[in-house]
C-alpha cells in the first residue's frame, strides 16, 4: 500500500494506523493463534463506528482486501489479509446493560469476559462459549454455543438486533422489524455482510452455577460415551456437559496422581439450584468409577474463564470440526482410538451439546442450518511449540477424516479450517445456502466482505 493511503487513513480517522514501518507492528498483526503469521499492509484500529466507515471508503478506493478482527480468535486467521488492510474493532469494546428490559448493548470489539463481567453483576446473562477471551463479534455471527446453550440457546438466539457497516459505508440496524433479511443471516452466517459495530442481546437469569468434573481413563471411552450420549439428552435442560478427550493438565483443581494422563471427561454446568447438582450427577458411577470428581458452586463469569490460563494467546492451533445427531457404536471406536493417541498435553476433542433449547427455534428462522444437531464436535491439536505444527495438524486431519462419515455433514462455521474446501462452507449451510447467497447479493454484491468462511453472492440472471 502507498505511503500516501497510509497518511490519508492516519489524518482521517481517530483510531491509530499501524503500518510494517511502525514499531508496534508485529504485536498488533499478531492473534490468537501462533500458528498465523500474516502481514497486511495496515491494522486499522477504529475509534467508532464513523471510523469504520471512513476505513472502508479509503480501502475501497485503494482496491485492497480487507478484513475484519474483533477478538482475534479465528483459528484459521481470517481476520488478517496478506497485503491488505485489518479493520480492527478491539478498541470498540464497551457494554451497556439495561437490568429492568433484561438487555445489553455491546460493542463489536468487545472480548466475551467483557460482556460477562457487566450482566453478572445484574445477575444475568446471554449465552456465549466457553473461553472468555473469544471475541463477541465472531462468536455470535457465526451462531455460538457453550455452557447455556441447552437451556437458553445459541447465542444467535438471544441477538435482538446489530448495528452493521456495510461495503458501500452506510450504517443499517438489523433486527426483526429492520432489515429483516440481513438479521436472518447475521445470525449463523458469520462475517460475510458487514462490519458490526455493535450487537443488542436478551439476556437471561443466570449467577452462581453448579460447576462440575469429571474424569475417566482414557480406556473407559467406550462405556463412557454410551452412557453419556443416552444421559444427557434426556437430563434436565438445567444441566450441560461437554465431552472432551483430554491429558489431565498439572494443576487444580485435579490431584497430582492424574496429571498428565489421558482421559475422558464431562466438564458440567448446572443453572438449577447449585446445591442439586451432586444428586443430579449422582449417574456418573454409571459408566465405571471416574478417577477425579470435582463439583463446586461458582460465578458464571468464573466457569467462562476457567480455561484461559490454560490456553492463553501464543499457543499453535489447528483444528475441524463437525454435527452430529448421534454418537454411534463406530464413532465411539474412533474417539476410543484418537483419543488414546493424543499428541501433545493440550491437544483435545469436544463434544458440546446443542439440543435443548435449541431445538425449539424452527429451522429456518436463523441462518444456522443444523437445528437437528445434537452435538458440536471440534477436533483441536493445540501446543506451544512450532516443531509440533506438522504433529497436531495431522492429528486433527485424521480424527477428523476418520469420523466425518458419522458426522452429518457439516460443521458450526467458526470450526471451518482455512484450508477446507467451499464446498465445507456449502455444507455447514445446506439449504440455506442460496438464501445466504441473495442477501449476500443485496448488501455486498461485490464480495468485499470475503475474508472469511466465504459465501459468495449470488449471480443475478
Known sequence: MEATVLETMRTTLRGPIVGPQDSDYDRARTIYNAMIDTCPAAIVRCADAADVIAAIGLIREAGAEAAVLGGGHSGPGLCLVEGGVTIDLSPMRWVRVDPDARTAEVGGGSLMGDMDHATHAFGLAAPSGIVSTTGIGGLTLGGGHGHLTRRYGLTVDSLLAADVILADGTQVTASETRNSDLFWALRGGGGNFGAVTSFTYRLHPVHTVGVGITAWPIDAVPEVLRWYRDFLPQAPEDLSGFFANMVIPPGPPFPEEIHGRKMCAVVWCYTGDPDELEDVLAPVSEP???????????????????????????????????FFDRITDEAIDVHHKYGSEIPTDLSTMHLYPIDGAVHRVGSDETAWSYRNATWSGVFAGIDPDPANAATIRQWCVDYWEELHPYSMGGSYVNFIGADESEDRVQATYGDHYERLAQVKATYDPDNFFHANQNIRPARTP
Open 288 to 322: 465405571g468409577r471416574p478417577a477425579f470428581h470435582f463439583t463446586s458452586p461458582m460465578p458464571y463469569p468464573m466457569l467462562q474463564s476457567m480455561f484461559d490460563d490454560l490456553i492463553p494467546a501464543g499457543l499453535q492451533w489447528y483444528w475441524r470440526g463437525d
